[in-house]
């Protein structure tokens, strides 16, 4: 069955029923090909000083081909880019009449989802009312399979990777797996309507919870909840640019403010901010326990307020 989610009683933003499934077929025919960067990867769990909650590392070779562009160069322009003309294999759906749905060329997880814009909007912008009811309509179309994350990283300090506005999608905390992985805000009975703060994280952020009956209308008051407080503690107007990390389930979304995408040779964007690392090789792996982990994962947003 498809799956339609209306905004404002006219955009309607519908998806096929077996969606997943027909991301999973053509996930495994593009990495047979070599289209796709993906090999299984074990994770590396931490405990660590500061965090209640653990590390996840894992070494994905694909992370070292993986382009992170820096905020001047040509490829994050309008004219360049990965997602200004999708390769038709990649394409999964068109997401109402203003996003692309397709697969992801560099993967940690099978699969991993990219929704990306139609027409270029930088990566700087925040998210506008189409772009979160997008991202819900696709989240509410997969989740049925599997549960997902979306990811959105705003700006070059917040360790995004190209300049064309896009959210990242993975599969994430299937309770039937033992093996679970569980972030932060993961299991914590969070206000709805009011943002609060996590104990375990050593630097700012804020999150609030998302009600089993939520509608478009709600994930995006939620968002711009936590937007504001994150526009307050940046120091930042409505009308600047600032960077951030928002993650969202289908139960919670949090956003963590930037200072820079990294530091001593090690990025992070919103997933590593949460202990989800994903790293090249062995080498960098250890830099992270060199460089203190929780310590680093706070040079790159804003330190706690004492």
């Given at each position: 069955m498809d799956t339609t989610i209306v905004l404002r009683g006219s955009t309607k933003f519908t998806l096929p029923g077996d969606l997943f499934e027909s991301a999973m077929d053509r996930f495994d025919s593009l990495v047979e090909t070599g289209e796709i960067l993906y090999s299984p990867s074990e994770p590396d769990r931490i405990e660590h000083d500061g965090f209640e909650v653990i590390f996840e590392f894992r070494i994905v070779p694909a992370?070292?081909?993986?382009?992170?562009?820096?905020?001047?160069?040509?490829?994050?322009?309008?004219a360049q880019g990965p997602f200004v003309n999708p390769d038709p294999a990649f394409v999964l759906a068109n997401v109402g009449t203003d996003h692309v749905l397709e697969l992801n060329k560099f993967c940690v997880f099978r699969p991993m989802l990219i929704l990306h814009t139609h027409k270029y909007v930088p990566q700087e912008d925040d998210l506008d009312a189409s772009?979160?009811?997008?991202?819900?309509?696709?989240?509410?179309?997969?989740?049925?399979?599997?549960?997902?994350?979306?990811?959105?990283n705003c700006g070059v300090d917040s360790g995004s990777s190209q300049g064309h506005k896009h959210l990242q999608l993975w599969p994430h905390l299937n309770l039937k797996d033992k093996k679970a992985f569980y972030l932060?805000?993961?299991?914590?009975?969070?206000?709805?309507?009011?943002?609060?703060?996590?104990?375990?994280?050593?630097?700012?952020?804020?999150?609030?919870?998302?009600?089993?009956?939520?509608?478009?209308?709600?994930?995006?008051?939620?968002?711009?909840?936590?937007?504001?407080?994150?526009?307050?503690?940046?120091?930042?107007?409505?009308?600047?640019?600032?960077?951030?990390?928002?993650?969202?389930?289908?139960?919670?979304?949090?956003?963590?403010?930037?200072?820079?995408?990294?530091c001593k040779g090690l990025n992070a964007n919103g997933a590593g901010m949460l202990g989800l690392v994903w790293v090249k090789d062995a080498e960098e792996r250890e830099e992270w326990t060199k460089h203190g982990m929780t310590e680093h994962l706070t040079r790159l947003g804003l330190p706690v307020e004492k």
């Amino acid at each position: 069955m498809d799956t339609t989610i209306v905004l404002r009683g006219s955009t309607k933003f519908t998806l096929p029923g077996d969606l997943f499934e027909s991301a999973m077929d053509r996930f495994d025919s593009l990495v047979e090909t070599g289209e796709i960067l993906y090999s299984p990867s074990e994770p590396d769990r931490i405990e660590h000083d500061g965090f209640e909650v653990i590390f996840e590392f894992r070494i994905v070779p694909a992370m070292g081909s993986k382009p992170l562009l820096a905020a001047d160069d040509p490829g994050r322009s309008q004219a360049q880019g990965p997602f200004v003309n999708p390769d038709p294999a990649f394409v999964l759906a068109n997401v109402g009449t203003d996003h692309v749905l397709e697969l992801n060329k560099f993967c940690v997880f099978r699969p991993m989802l990219i929704l990306h814009t139609h027409k270029y909007v930088p990566q700087e912008d925040d998210l506008d009312a189409s772009d979160l009811a997008a991202a819900w309509a696709t989240l509410a179309t997969i989740n049925v399979e599997v549960p997902h994350i979306a990811l959105y990283n705003c700006g070059v300090d917040s360790g995004s990777s190209q300049g064309h506005k896009h959210l990242q999608l993975w599969p994430h905390l299937n309770l039937k797996d033992k093996k679970a992985f569980y972030l932060p805000p993961d299991g914590k009975d969070l206000p709805f309507d009011t943002p609060t703060v996590l104990p375990d994280l050593p630097y700012q952020h804020w999150v609030v919870g998302i009600p089993r009956s939520a509608k478009p209308v709600d994930i995006i008051e939620s968002y711009y909840l936590l937007l504001r407080k994150t526009r307050e503690a940046l120091g930042k107007e409505d009308d600047e640019a600032a960077a951030y990390n928002l993650l969202f389930t289908a139960v919670w979304m949090i956003i963590i403010p930037r200072t820079q995408k990294g530091c001593k040779g090690l990025n992070a964007n919103g997933a590593g901010m949460l202990g989800l690392v994903w790293v090249k090789d062995a080498e960098e792996r250890e830099e992270w326990t060199k460089h203190g982990m929780t310590e680093h994962l706070t040079r790159l947003g804003l330190p706690v307020e004492k």
